[in-house]
């Protein structure tokens, strides 16, 4: 073996010591931080979940709404300044409102313009989604996408070890804020459809899905290289990044699935991805515990203060 192989190896040992710990780091941390107290799709659901074992196409399509329903409104905030029309937020279920959101003043308009650009991608998934639905569409339930020290963003960034007790996380105060405020979701949502794929069993609605699963997945993309890029002359960028993937590590489960920004040896970490080269699933319960800051199986909190609408609402115990 060279020095060179033996130099790999032990960064190899470095990163998953450091995977390990911060992996215990970020569990301890939201258990004492209470995120209890305070990131959607659908795939296999157990009773174990606290919900039916058995649900439709409709179900499925209804818990992605939900979803884009939050970005949607983050994004059309951050990019327009306004967020959906009326017409995009009815349905059956409770309608809510949405807390908080306006328009980043962005400096680079590169980061702008992919703002904008995402923006009208998530209002088209909930006009598509709202349509495919037809009279069986749920209503946008209560969104938080607000900046109190209190609320959803805040408790989020304090669990990830990116603000102190009682301070706010503005993720519309800069295009750096912005860019790990969607690194929150965007990784999410990629999961959560690539989950959702064998619960489908309409063909059109399954192409669809995919249709969506694969913009996400661009969006990811995006925001994961923007960060990536700017954390050369901006390090933080990356281990904040790192340390919101540790967070949402930590509430979904006992695996280690969830991957941050920083390089793996000599490579860049754009893609997150298993040994096979394939993106990894979240369940609904998953998605949930992430959705509302919680690592216990509740019905509500986080960026959805009175839950989502729908069959599917209850978080996984972990």
């Known amino acids: 073996m060279t020095e060179d192989d033996d130099r790999t190896l032990e960064r190899l040992r470095e990163q998953g010591e450091r995977r390990k710990q911060r992996r215990e780091f970020f569990r301890a941390l939201a258990a004492v931080a209470g995120v209890a107290g305070s990131m959607q799709m659908a795939m296999t659901i157990s ?21 884009e329903y939050l970005e949607a409104q983050f994004y059309s905030y951050a990019a327009l300044g306004v967020g959906l029309s009326n017409s995009d937020l009815s349905g059956s279920g409770t309608q809510g409102t949405v807390t908080g959101g306006r328009q980043v003043n962005f400096s680079d308009q590169i980061v702008a313009q992919y703002a904008r650009e995402i923006a009208a991608d998530e209002i088209a998934h909930v006009r598509f989604l709202r349509q495919q639905l037809g009279n069986a569409a749920v209503a946008q339930p209560a969104i938080d996408i607000g900046t109190d020290p209190n609320g959803a963003f805040s408790s989020a960034a304090r669990a990830a070890g990116l603000v102190g007790a009682g301070q706010a996380f503005d993720p519309y105060a800069s ?26 069993t309409n063909k059109t609605y399954l192409e669809a899905a995919a249709g969506i699963l694969a913009v996400e997945a661009y969006h990811a993309a995006i925001v994961r290289t923007t960060l990536y890029g700017k954390g050369i002359e901006t390090p933080a960028l990356r281990t904040s990044a790192d340390k919101i993937s540790g967070a949402r590590d930590s509430l979904d489960g006992a695996s280690d699935l969830d991957q941050g920004i920083s390089p793996i040896g000599t490579a860049s970490n754009i893609v997150p991805l298993d040994d096979n080269g394939i993106a990894f699933s979240r369940s609904t319960g998953q998605v949930l515990n992430i959705a509302y800051l919680n690592n216990a199986a509740v019905g509500s909190g986080g960026f959805f203060p009175s839950g989502v609408n729908g069959t599917i609402r209850t978080s996984a115990a972990n």
């Open 175 to 200: 295009d750096e804020n912005f860019l790990l405020g969607a690194f929150i979701f965007e990784d999410v949502g990629v999961t959560a459809y690539k989950g959702a794929a064998p619960l489908i």
């Open 47 to 67: 009773p174990a979940y606290g919900q039916s074992a058995t649900v439709s196409d409709a179900d499925v399509l209804n818990f992605a709404l939900n979803l």
